[in-house]
T-cell receptor, first 116, second 112 residues
Framework: GAVVSQHPSRVICKSGTSVKIECRSL??????MFWYRQFPKQSLMLMAT?????????EQGVEKDKFLINHASLTLSTLTVTSAHPEDSSFYIC????????????FGSGTQLSVL | TQLLEQSPQFLSIQEGENLTVYCNSS?????LQWYRQEPGEGPVLLVT?????EVKKLKRLTFQFGDARKDSSLHITAAQPGDTGLYLC????????????FGQGTTLQVKP
């Protein structure tokens, strides 16, 4: 089946630094990828839709200057958390859309971000 | 606004028991998906249902899409400890570039 690789799986950083998370579709091209945030034992909250070659679409309440998204190729989207603060600590997950009659989303394995 | 109401949110049962998780909405979806997620990992797709009234079976798991495509259920027969995890329903609309709305999730614990 289709595979989505997310890296890194875990990152610890100091407050004020920026962190980049990569999401790659390994065996298919994804014109659309999605970024989610998840708190412990809670559901996924959609942050933004990443579109290859164009600007990302952010959900209401998500700061676009805080969470920079770049989808420079059909297999790679990146999420950069700028000037991270402890409240940004969370589990971040990406997904990539595989189109078709019964289109599917394939999820990365997530990135646990801890900001000290 | 939570468009998908998932219940129950927590469920702890003994091995061998049956259970049902519900996902309800006032919105009509083109498709509804069920995922299972382990701690520290991304969700894994279990099934996609697209037709009103559709029933799909995956071993001991039975998924149903409501006739009006507003609700869905997941029934597990003879639950096993390996079924423990977070179960998520997610609704989507055709022509919406794959964007999904997730339910709150159901944390299932199956005790041996």
């Amino acid at each position: 089946g289709a595979v989505v690789s997310q890296h890194p799986s875990r990152v610890i950083c100091k407050s004020g630094t920026s962190v980049k998370i990569e999401c790659r579709s390994l065996d298919f091209q994804a014109t659309t990828m999605f970024w989610y945030r998840q708190f412990p034992k809670q559901s996924l909250m959609l942050m933004a839709t990443s579109n290859e070659g164009s600007k990302a679409t952010y959900e209401q309440g998500v700061e676009k200057d805080k969470f920079l998204i770049n989808h420079a190729s059909l297999t790679l989207s990146t999420l950069t958390v700028t000037s991270a603060h402890p409240e940004d600590s969370s589990f971040y997950i990406c997904s990539a859309r595989l189109g078709g009659v019964r289109e599917k989303l394939f999820f990365g394995s997530g990135t646990q971000l801890s900001v000290l | 606004t939570q468009l998908l109401e998932q219940s129950p949110q927590f469920l702890s049962i003994q091995e061998g028991e049956n259970l049902t998780v519900y996902c309800n909405s006032s919105s009509v979806f083109s498709s509804l998906q069920w995922y299972r997620q382990e701690p520290g990992e991304g969700p894994v797709l279990l099934v996609t249902v697209v037709t009103g009234g559709e029933v799909k079976k995956l071993k001991r798991l039975t998924f149903q899409f409501g006739d009006a495509r507003k609700d869905s259920s997941l029934h597990i027969t003879a639950a096993q400890p390996g079924d423990t995890g977070l179960y998520l329903c997610a609704g989507g609309w055709s022509g919406n570039t794959g964007k999904l709305i997730f339910g709150q999730g159901t944390t299932l614990q199956v005790k041996p």
